[in-house]
T-cell receptor
């Protein structure tokens, strides 16, 4: 089954404790990205990757890191989480870098930072 | 600056009624307008999309109407059903290649009541 998977689905952590949210897609997609979803703010892009070893900042990159060492994986790293990073996070992928391609979203990771 | 303005924020419709969600944009370079549907606990999924060379696109009970001169587009859900209850996001994109992040509206939470 073609899909984007994320782990963990739920995470409660404390301020400053480094964490990684994994993302993997099995569709051989070039383009992957991370979004956060907050009430009243919709979906905002954090980082994106157009291919292996090619990553760049989205609209809200502060406090996050990413890496793309393999085409299928795109982990999101919070080196020192803070309460304002409490949010619902989605990984997404699409076949090409162009905006006309359908974007496939993972099931989401709900992160709470206390 | 929000590039895609979506309204209303929430919508309650009787079963069998018509649900209408509106979006407006400012960037005249946008040329791809998808709608994404998100059920609770799930990631958004592409519902229907339109390019500005047509004024309307219909897929089953879902129709996108597009008004290029007014820079507006809307989603109509005919014969709304309780199973349509979800959050709907409009989006826009302006290039076929390169990092073309989808610019999302803030979302509309639709509740269809029996």
């Amino acid at each position: 089954e073609a899909q984007v998977t994320q782990n963990p689905r739920y995470l409660i952590t404390v301020t400053g404790k480094k964490l990684t949210v994994t993302c993997s897609q099995n569709m051989n997609h070039e383009y992957m990205s991370w979004y956060r979803q907050d009430p009243g703010l919709g979906l905002r892009q954090i980082y994106y990757s157009m291919n292996v070893e090619v990553t760049d900042k989205g609209d809200v990159p502060e406090g996050y890191k990413v890496s793309r060492k393999e085409k299928r994986n795109f982990p999101l790293i919070l080196e020192s989480p803070s309460p304002n990073q409490t949010s619902l996070y989605f990984c997404a992928s699409r076949p090409g870098t162009g905006g006309w391609y359908e974007q496939y979203f993972g099931p989401g990771t709900r992160l709470t930072v206390t | 600056q929000q590039q895609v303005k979506q309204s209303p924020q929430s919508l309650i419709v009787q079963k069998g009624g018509i649900s209408i969600i509106n979006c407006a944009y400012e960037n005249t370079a946008f040329d791809y307008f998808p709608w994404y549907q998100q059920f609770p606990g799930k990631g958004p999924a592409l519902l229907i999309a339109i390019r500005p060379d047509v004024s309307e696109k219909k897929e089953g009970r879902f129709t996108i109407s597009f008004n290029k001169s007014a820079k507006q587009f809307s989603l109509h859900i005919m014969d709304s059903q309780p199973g349509d209850s979800a959050t709907y996001f409009c989006a826009a994109s302006d290039r076929p290649s390169g990092n073309t992040p989808l610019v999302f509206g803030k979302g509309t939470r639709l509740s269809v009541i029996a």
